[in-house]
């Protein structure tokens, strides 16, 4: 894939190279293409854009566009050449400007549009909210595609999870004789530096060092609830949340269960081994009773010193505020290690009830966004029972704080 290239500053005193560049991005930031000025491929690029973007507003020296109701053929060749203009990132935000522009989600249920869409969380998302107005031919194939996006995000964030979440491993102790998933890598390489070799420009190391598993009893596991919001603005992390549960799930020291809610609660824990079936359970989009779903979570904790209650929501609540309020400060004063993750997205910058959160924060409850890539260092923390604030601060995590909020 061959992104645009960008004008720098010239060099060697290349003034002519650098201002007809400069010329060259202007003209395809405004549509403007006098005699021809623009290449094929910068007038093919400019028209992708401008299908999207030029429609609706006012026409720039005769630019005009617009998908219109353009057949799922066109749009996905549509969405082809912008693969061939930009990287993935970019293309995944044209994708969702679309969607969210022109109503292309109606053309999710046809298979051809749904074969050349790019794939990511927010194509899962749409996928869900339709699932009960596909037809067989496409859910069939919408279900392949989530198992695809499914099997990514698992490659791309099960071994992390695995080490950081690993509470069997007691890491006061070392082994020298460990099992390949429990190799110390850091003090592993550290003790064998003197042992590498130029020739193949790698260490190979003369003993391993491990961490030392210890037998634990089921009553001694850790237990780890996450309970997530369901509603419309919450789907990516919903997402997220699911593949992480699954992981959790297939990782034998720890208790995993998986609590989705909008105005009803669903428990989802006996799927977990199943990802793409969960993601098929899940009901996008309804109202929001917080509430409800952390008075069903806080009934079904059995240890509270061995609790872990993950709230994952943006706090906008639908039922009774102060109730919640209560029902959080109980969990936490019963020695269940509270926390409440306004997103679990890419992005990390949630929409989030304020002076909620503000609230929730005034209790002693750590409360803020956090990326998929840093949850199982999250995790780790919250299951060492450490300080997850002062994590925040290394990690360049801002935390809500509790400023002035309204007495509860």
């Not at 208790?255 to 609660?265: E, G, P």
Request: aromatic share 6%; glycine share 6%.
């Amino acid at each position: 894939m061959t992104e645009t290239p960008v004008a720098t500053a010239p060099e060697n005193g290349d003034d002519a190279a650098f201002d007809s560049q400069r010329e060259r991005r202007w003209r395809l930031a405004l549509g403007v293409d006098d005699e021809n000025a623009l290449s094929s491929h910068d007038r093919r690029l400019s028209a992708a854009l401008t299908a999207l973007y030029g429609d609706g507003a006012e026409p720039q020296k005769g630019r005009r566009g617009g998908l219109g109701r353009s057949s799922p053929k066109a749009i996905a060749a549509w969405i082809g050449d912008l693969r061939s203009f930009f990287p993935a990132r970019i293309v995944q935000i044209v994708q969702k400007d679309a969607f969210e522009r022109l109503g292309l989600k109606q053309m999710l249920m046809e298979p051809e549009f749904l074969a050349a869409v790019e794939q990511d969380v927010n194509l899962v998302a749409d996928l869900v909210s339709l699932r009960n107005v596909m037809p067989d031919k496409t859910r069939d194939l919408a279900r392949a595609v989530i198992a695809e996006i499914v099997r990514k995000l698992l490659e791309r964030l099960e071994q992390k999870t695995t080490e950081a979440i690993r509470g069997a491993l007691d890491r006061a102790k070392r082994s020298f004789r460990p099992r390949q998933r429990d190799i110390d890598w850091a003090r592993t390489i550290a003790a064998n530096l003197r042992h590498y070799q130029p020739d193949y420009k790698t260490i190979v190391p003369e003993r391993l060092i491990g961490f030392m598993r210890k037998q634990r009893r089921l009553a001694d596991l850790d237990e780890v609830v996450l309970c997530v919001d369901q509603s419309g603005s919450m789907a990516s992390s919903v997402i997220y949340a699911s593949i992480f549960a699954a992981v959790m799930a297939s990782i034998p020291v720890v208790r995993t269960k998986l609590v989705c809610f909008d105005t009803t609660v669903v428990d989802l824990s006996d799927q977990l081994a199943d990802p793409v079936e969960i993601l098929f359970g899940i009901q996008l989009g309804g109202g929001t009773d917080i509430d409800q779903a952390v008075a069903y979570c806080a009934a079904r904790v059995e240890r509270p010193a061995k609790a872990h209650f993950v709230l994952i929501t943006d706090l906008y609540e639908g039922g009774d505020e102060e109730n919640l309020l209560r029902r959080l400060a109980a969990l936490a004063r019963s020695g269940v290690n509270v926390i409440v993750l306004l997103a679990l997205t890419d992005q990390g910058h949630p929409a989030y009830s304020a002076n909620t959160a503000a609230r929730v924060a005034a209790l002693g409850i750590p409360v803020f966004a956090c990326t998929p890539d840093v949850f199982p260092d999250m995790m780790a923390v919250a299951l060492r029972r450490e300080d997850i604030a002062v994590w925040a601060a290394d990690t360049d995590i801002k935390l809500v704080r509790p400023e002035n909020p309204p007495t509860a």
